[in-house]
Structure formats: structure tokens, C-alpha cells
């Protein structure tokens, strides 16, 4: 079985509609929080900035939430700009959810994968794992790994997900020989 893993290469861009230029991306550039007091209550915000005029906006992570009811690391990590916590904070899909946008993975992503899978036996068995939960369409990533059509790929693919619906957790799947 041959292994091949999708890794995230940068954060994904927010599909997000500017308020002042109108444009629909935003980045959260150096990955920043603001965390705001009001006696014991906390705000705490991921701060994005638009692409296109530089304008940051804010996406609520947390509000008017008691000091008391978070994790003191947790805490220290919004104060400090903790790298993994914004990756983590961004990739929530209840905050997307809430904050009404959706994440663009267009370039964010690799599939490291053996160049060796010709050398193999037909059918060729591969486990495809996500290391970070990166959408992808199985057809796709496939076809764009083997350089099969995606016609191609439906004749000769058997996958235990649908290979036209995007997943992000792993799946499995088996290429048989060509004619």
C-alpha cells in the first residue's frame, strides 16, 4: 500500500466580504488575536485583513466571556499570537459557521506522495491521510497525482469515498491497469 499525505502549506485565505472595497478575500496575515477586558469579561477576536485594500476586520472567537472559564495556556495563547492556536481558531468550522465565511484552500496545500507507484504491481493500492483537514475532491487529487483524465480516473478507480464529493478525512483506494 503506498502512502500519500495532504499537508497544509499556509493558512487558507477567508472567503469574506470586504466592507469597504467589497472584494471576498482576506488573509490573517501574521495570525494575530486582540483580546479586549471589561472587568472580568473577555473578547477575544482573529484579526484579518482584506487582500485587496489592507482593511483588518475581526472575527469573534469569544465575547463577553468570563476570565474565569478559560484555559490559563489557552488564555496566554491568544495574548501571544500562538501560531498553532490561530491555525487552529481559523480551521473551526463553528466559528466559520458563525462568522459567515468559508476558507480557500486554492494553494494552500501539497500532497506529498512516492514517485515510485509504476514500479508496482497492478492494482495499486494507496492510502491517502490528511494532516491537517485540508477539502479535497478524491477525483481530483487523484487525477492530478497519476496524470490520468478524470474520466480516467472514474473508470479505473475503486475508492471507499466518493471520488466527487471533497473529504478531508482519509480514504482508501485501489488503481487498476490500464488498456
Known sequence: MLPWVVRRTRL??????CVDCRSASATTGEGRFRVNANRK?????LLVRCVSCDRT??????????????DPAELHGYRVNDPELVASTLLDP??????????????????????AYLDQEWP????????DPVPVRPERLI?????LSRQEVLRRVKCDV??????????????????
Open 162 to 179: 466518493p471520488l466527487r464529493r471533497p473529504t478531508s478525512a482519509g480514504f482508501t483506494f485501489i488503481v487498476t491497469a490500464g488498456e
Open 94 to 115: 463553528l466559528l466559520a459557521r458563525r462568522s459567515h465565511f468559508t476558507l480557500d484552500w486554492t494553494g494552500a496545500w501539497r500532497l506529498d506522495a512516492p514517485e
Open 12 to 17: 487558507p485565505l477567508v472567503s469574506l466580504r
Open 41 to 45: 469579561l473577555l473578547d477575544v477576536w
Open 57 to 70: 476586520s475581526k472575527l469573534t472567537v469569544y465575547e463577553r466571556t468570563p476570565v474565569s472559564s478559560f
Open 124 to 131: 495499486v493500492q494507496v492510502e491517502v491521510t490528511f494532516a
Open 143 to 147: 487525477a492530478h497525482r497519476l496524470g
